[in-house]
């Protein structure tokens, strides 16, 4: 009886298709991360803009001027786009524009690392109704303690229209984690971030001229407001196709886990904002929440 010879070429070759899929989880991660870092520090910008042109301002600056970049860089060929790219573009963008609106909204009259914290409901949400495994549940789970332990329920000094606020834009954000990953599927990342940005700006303009206080813009909100295009849009949108490309919404969504931590932080380093010894332990909840979620993902497939 005759042995067959072992296939090293076949070996070969599926070590080097395992090399390329942990590369590309490699990369997923730091890109969503980095995004994290980037939205927060521009968030803490977009806090000074707030005296003089507004939250509403503020946005459609941020996203106004972020869609001008993204044009003139990626220059999409919109006359090849396939109705369900125009659909799924749309709705990713009315996403995009809703849930940075009404988030500035809520940090205007709340801290942002409180702000963050309770926008980070819709993508548990996502999560819990995403999970598979009782693991993912436990994970899910320990980030909504956090959640609950960093509200100060008792105190009368928390605006409750700001909380409502933050928790609208977090239903939001669940709803551009999910698009994104839909739109990540049917056209490149920086074709559907461009055009996805537009939409936001078409979306939200209306607002900024009904409320009018981007009339006051000048030269510095101007490049304050440049400021906050590029690390609170451009980058941070980017890096997040990069990621929701390479990993499954779920994983995604408690990876994301990390803004109340990076929020505070931001807001403490640029804006003085300080939060109590209980309520960074609640961030360490959320933290812990996302780094179990990222091990114990690994490997897995959806």
Known sequence: MKLKPHNKHKSNSFLIIESLQMKKTNIAVPAALLSMICVQG?????????????????????????????????????SKFTKQQWLYCAIYGIGIAAMNLIFYMAIQRIPLGLGVTIEFVGPLFLALVLSRKWLDLLWALLACTGILLI????????????????????????????????????????????????????????????????????????????????????????????????????????????????????????????????????IACVVLASMGTTIFSQGKTE
Not at 50 to 78: K, Y
Not at 174 to 191: E, N, Q, R, S
């Open 151 to 282: 509200v100060p329920w008792q105190s009368g000094d928390v605006d409750p229209i700001g909380l409502l606020l933050a928790f609208t834009a977090g239903i939001f954000w669940a709803v551009y984690i999910v698009m994104g990953g839909k739109v990540a599927k049917v056209l490149p990342g920086k074709d559907a971030v461009t055009t996805g940005m537009l939409f936001a700006f078409l979306f939200i303009i209306p607002f900024a001229l009904w409320d009018g206080a981007i009339l006051n813009s000048n030269g510095s909100v101007f490049l304050l407001g440049l400021g906050v295009a590029i690390f609170s849009s451009a980058l941070p949108f980017s890096l997040d196709f990069i990621a929701l490309k390479r990993l499954p919404a779920k994983t995604f969504s408690i990876l994301t886990s990390l803004q109340p931590a990076f929020a505070a932080l931001s807001g403490l380093i640029f804006l003085q904002e300080k939060l109590s010894f209980l309520q960074w332990v609640s």
């Open 42 to 78: 521009g968030a803490s910008i977009a806090k000074r803009l707030f005296p003089t042109v507004g939250a509403i301002g503020t946005s459609a600056l941020r996203i106004g001027l972020a869609a001008i970049l993204l044009t003139l860089i990626n220059r999409p060929n919109f």
